[in-house]
């Protein structure tokens, strides 16, 4: 049970950054103002979870990813250079999202729903699945999440539940507005829209935020390396 807890708190950092993901929760807002709200957020979700579900399975039992915490040869530095270095460049690509100047509002829809008068659930689900498939800092924070369980020496059944669990944290703020209006019917379409609103304006400051904090998160673990090895 210790290895199980110690597993989840070296998880936590990537969970916290992929917990936060404006841009996809946006589409899952205006997808609720689609003749199928309800069905057709949910299918997108389901999708974005799919392939998640894909790529762990996958590195996980069939390629059997296994992230060497032992190095034969170092950096200059050390190992704290493989956390400094890119907890810098995060905080500098963070302070440059931060600093840009919110976007215009609208009430446009994405290109790939604009093509469609009436979306159906396998659009949806179709448009998630791409979606999180697509290049992105997704895969560094989903992939680092899976390689901490893959390095924990945990058994097969134990590491697929804790898999399963840190896809469905991460799909949480999707879920969220899906919640929201659900419980609060024609009150929560009026916050969806103005939710979807703020988000476009200012989603570049949204997602700087986020990766300020991970990028001091690896700066500290750097440091604290440096100092140790020292």
């Not at 989903?142 to 059944?157: H, Y």
């Amino acid at each position: 049970m210790e290895e199980l807890w110690q597993t989840i708190v070296r998880m936590l950092p990537f969970l916290l950054a992929g917990m936060v993901v404006p841009s996809w929760t946006k589409y899952v807002i205006l997808l609720l103002a689609t003749d199928r709200p309800r069905l057709n957020a949910s299918a997108f979700v389901v999708g974005n979870a799919a392939f998640r579900f894909l790529l762990g399975f996958v590195s996980l039992y069939v390629f059997q990813i296994n992230y060497v915490e032992e190095q034969t040869s170092s950096p200059p530095g050390g190992e704290a250079a493989w956390l400094i270095v890119p907890g810098l460049l995060l905080i500098g690509l963070a302070v440059y999202l931060f600093r840009r100047k919110p976007a215009v509002e609208t009430d446009e829809l994405p290109g790939w729903l604009t093509r469609f008068s009436s979306i159906n659930p396998w659009v949806a689900f179709a448009g998630g699945f791409i979606m999180v498939a697509l290049p992105g800092v997704q895969y560094v924070y989903f992939l680092g999440g899976v390689g901490v369980i893959a390095n924990a020496g945990l058994d097969a059944v134990t590491s697929f539940l804790l898999l399963i669990a840190f896809i469905f944290c991460l799909e949480l703020m999707l879920l969220t507005p899906i919640v929201i209006f659900a419980a609060t019917g024609e009150r929560g379409a009026a916050m969806m829209k103005k939710a979807k609103v703020w988000i476009g304006k200012h989603e570049s400051q949204v997602i700087g935020v986020v990766i300020f904090f991970f990028g001091a998160f690896l700066l500290v673990l750097g440091i604290r390396s440096y100092m140790g090895a020292g």
